[in-house]
């Protein structure tokens, strides 16, 4: 069950005693541990009826003890164990587990990791509780998640934009719905998010940018990628190369991949190879200047340049040099 789910269902007086939410994503399990602690419960009701462990400083009996305290004033409480990954003894909740208090709510958050599916605790929770288990986005469907969560709030934002984001700030949800929310709270009247917007409200520049990079470099511009490398070198934290080779390997691999989708159907290739229906276009295009073989050769290229940067057979290069080396190299590659 997602936590979108849960927190519908909860919205609804619907409420199971016990919710163990899990997983690599901490942002579905954060949005549901909020709404929790904020909405499960009057004001008044919370006073005496909400009651919060953080795990690494959690004692089991003292959690056990909470989960079967009455409600005071009130049909139901909450317990709530944050960071439950970090606490001992976590597996001494299972006697509770196996017969909670139906005027309990209690609700584990478990990051980063799930609990061993061969265990005693793992068995019961299947049967006793709510188990969520969340994964690390995909890369490729981030585009469609920040198109999703603004048109959800109200407002629209450009593809270019929401690529500009993505590339810059990666697979971390919590911080680009931070990013937007921030940049949101400045639009004013307006409904459209701009790359304007994207530039002032959260820094990341319209036109010298990890994705404005890669354009570059797939369209063989090679006067504007050359032109982008000089101003990175003035402005280091615009988009260092740490950032940069990973986004072009990025590419590049699905560039790669369209060549054994065997089709120009963009439907087909944007499900196949998994890319964003927002830029498969830019994807396509790219075949027009690189061939199979020389994609090849180009994805080597920057596997080298990546060892190269981590100081292996290169211990005097500047990161501007290594950028400028890679560009001639690809774009050579290119035109062989």
Same mark, same amino acid.
């Given at each position: 069950? !997602?936590?979108?789910?849960?927190?519908?269902?909860?919205?609804? *007086?619907?409420?199971? +005693?016990?919710?163990?939410?899990?997983?690599?994503?901490?942002? %579905?399990?954060? *949005?549901?541990?909020?709404?929790?602690?904020?909405?499960?419960?009057?004001?008044?009701? *919370?006073?005496?009826?909400?009651?919060?462990?953080?795990?690494?400083?959690?004692?089991?009996?003292?959690?056990?003890?909470?989960?079967?305290? %009455?409600?005071? =004033?009130?049909?139901? $409480?909450?317990? /709530?164990?944050?960071?439950?990954?970090?606490?001992? $003894?976590?597996?001494?909740?299972?006697?509770?587990?196996?017969?909670?208090?139906?005027?309990?709510?209690?609700?584990?958050?478990?990051?980063?990791?799930?609990?061993?599916?061969?265990?005693?605790?793992?068995?019961?929770?299947?049967?006793?509780?709510?188990?969520?288990?969340?994964?690390? &986005?995909?890369?490729?469907?981030? !585009?469609?998640?920040?198109?999703?969560?603004?048109?959800?709030?109200?407002? $629209?934002?450009? !593809?270019?934009?929401?690529?500009?984001?993505?590339?810059?700030?990666?697979?971390?949800?919590?911080?680009?719905?931070?990013? /937007?929310?921030?940049?949101?709270?400045?639009?004013?009247?307006?409904?459209?998010?701009?790359?304007?917007?994207?530039?002032? =409200?959260?820094?990341?520049?319209?036109?010298?940018?990890? =994705?404005?990079? *890669?354009?570059?470099? +797939?369209?063989?511009?090679?006067?504007?990628?050359?032109? &982008?490398?000089?101003?990175?070198?003035?402005?280091?934290?615009?988009?260092?190369?740490?950032?940069?080779?990973?986004?072009?390997?990025?590419?590049?691999?699905?560039?790669?991949?369209?060549?054994?989708?065997?089709? $120009?159907?963009?439907?087909?290739?944007?499900?196949?190879?998994?890319?964003? !229906?927002? &830029?498969?276009?830019?994807?396509?295009? +790219?075949?027009?200047?690189?061939? %199979?073989?020389?994609?090849?050769?180009?994805?080597?290229?920057?596997?080298? %340049?990546?060892?190269?940067?981590?100081?292996?057979?290169?211990?005097?290069?500047?990161?501007?040099?290594?950028?400028?080396?890679?560009?001639?190299?690809?774009?050579?590659?290119?035109?062989?």
């Amino acid at each position: 069950m !997602p936590t979108s789910k849960i927190i519908a269902n909860w919205k609804k *007086q619907v409420f199971d +005693a016990v919710y163990w939410l899990e997983g690599e994503e901490p942002f %579905y399990i954060d *949005q549901a541990v909020e709404y929790a602690e904020k909405h499960l419960l009057t004001e008044a009701e *919370q006073a005496f009826n909400l009651t919060i462990f953080y795990g690494k400083d959690a004692d089991w009996t003292e959690i056990i003890n909470a989960c079967k305290r %009455y409600p005071v =004033f009130a049909e139901k $409480q909450v317990v /709530i164990i944050k960071e439950a990954q970090h606490m001992n $003894q976590l597996d001494k909740l299972l006697s509770y587990i196996e017969h909670p208090l139906s005027s309990t709510i209690l609700i584990v958050a478990h990051k980063d990791k799930n609990v061993d599916g061969r265990s005693a605790l793992a068995k019961i929770l299947k049967t006793k509780a709510v188990v969520v288990s969340t994964k690390k &986005m995909y890369d490729n469907k981030l !585009p469609e998640w920040v198109m999703g969560f603004v048109s959800e709030t109200g407002y $629209q934002i450009s !593809p270019k934009a929401v690529q500009i984001i993505v590339d810059h700030i990666g697979n971390d949800i919590s911080r680009i719905q931070n990013e /937007i929310q921030k940049l949101i709270v400045n639009l004013g009247d307006r409904k459209k998010i701009t790359e304007d917007d994207i530039e002032k =409200f959260i820094g990341i520049s319209k036109e010298y940018n990890a =994705f404005e990079f *890669q354009d570059a470099v +797939a369209q063989r511009n090679f006067s504007k990628a050359i032109k &982008m490398i000089q101003y990175f070198e003035s402005n280091n934290k615009a988009a260092p190369i740490q950032l940069i080779l990973p986004t072009l390997y990025a590419f590049f691999s699905k560039v790669y991949a369209i060549y054994g989708a065997g089709t $120009q159907d963009e439907k087909r290739i944007a499900s196949e190879v998994g890319i964003s !229906p927002y &830029m498969v276009k830019n994807y396509i295009a +790219a075949t027009r200047h690189y061939s %199979y073989s020389k994609v090849e050769q180009i994805l080597l290229l920057i596997h080298e %340049y990546n060892l190269r940067v981590l100081g292996i057979n290169d211990a005097s290069n500047t990161d501007s040099d290594l950028l400028k080396e890679l560009v001639i190299k690809i774009m050579d590659t290119a035109a062989k």
